[in-house]
């Protein structure tokens, strides 16, 4: 089982910059990493992915904005987030999903960012 912990949420200006990292308690190496977010009163959507052989896919509302990357190495995934908007407020978690065998899908307890304007 993977243990993921998210970090580096905060309350930051409108047009304002985060990076989130979310550390993995385990290889990270065969799973397809994801940030999603959940905003107040809202379904958790899709944030952007990261696959095992690096293929990124972001959401329509953040391209250009958000880049997701990962280092495998030290087990650790990033979110850099530019160009903050009020609607970028949301809980953001992270996500290692991998299928196979059998699926694995964990999840962290997510990280609170807080966009003003």
């Known amino acids: 089982q993977v243990q993921l912990v998210e970090s580096g949420g905060a309350l930051v200006q409108a047009g304002g910059s985060l990076r989130l990292s979310c550390a993995a308690s385990?290889?990270?190496?065969?799973?397809?990493m994801g940030w999603y977010r959940q905003a107040p009163g809202k379904q958790r959507e899709l944030v952007a992915t990261?696959?095992?052989?690096?293929?990124?896919n972001y959401a329509d509302s953040v391209k250009g904005r958000f880049t997701i990357s990962r280092d495998n190495a030290k087990n650790t995934v990033f979110l850099q987030i530019n160009s903050l908007k009020p609607e970028d407020t949301a809980v953001y978690y992270c996500?290692?999903?991998?299928?196979?065998?059998?699926?694995?899908?964990?999840w962290g307890q997510g990280t609170q960012v807080t966009v003003s304007s």
């Open positions: 385990g290889s990270i190496f065969s799973y397809k």
């Open positions: 990261v696959t095992s052989g690096g293929i990124r």
């Open positions: 996500n290692a999903y991998a299928s196979g065998l059998f699926v694995r899908d964990y």
